[in-house]
């Protein structure tokens, strides 16, 4: 078993940015592929990044491409997610996944899932 708790969320302007957190415990934590995903209201949940157990690959949606970047601290058992020129259109639930041996961006490979942390941007 895994938990996850991500942290970080908040309301920021059009713009600017945030950091999200996520603790993992349980499991060791190096064992994992982690991911972020996010949902929308009335959307469905989509992929954001990926990143290895190492930490030396990352994946990216193309829409946070150049803006967002996954890393991971295997000694802290946390993985983050920065997030900078944020959008309105980045308004969202966001998730930290834990799971795959090798990072997807498919939401049915990853087995542990946290509560979720708000992310609103205003325009």
């Known amino acids: 078993q895994v938990q996850l708790v991500e942290s970080g969320g908040g309301l920021v302007q059009a713009g600017g940015s945030l950091r999200l957190s996520c603790a993992a415990s349980?499991?060791?934590?190096?064992?994992?592929?982690m991911g972020w995903f996010r949902q929308a209201p009335g959307k469905e949940r989509e992929f954001v990044a990926a990143i290895s157990r190492s930490g030396g690959s990352t994946y990216y949606a193309d829409s946070v491409k150049g803006r967002f970047t996954i890393s991971r601290d295997n000694a802290k058992n946390t993985v983050y997610l920065q997030m900078n020129s944020l959008k309105s259109e980045d308004t969202a639930v966001y998730y930290c996944?834990?799971?795959?041996?090798?990072?997807?961006?498919?939401?049915?490979?990853?087995?542990?899932w946290g509560q979720g942390t708000q992310v609103t941007v205003s325009s």
């Open positions: 349980g499991r060791t934590f190096s064992n994992n592929g």
């Open positions: 996944a834990a799971g795959p041996l090798a990072p997807s961006r498919l939401g049915s490979r990853y087995d542990y």
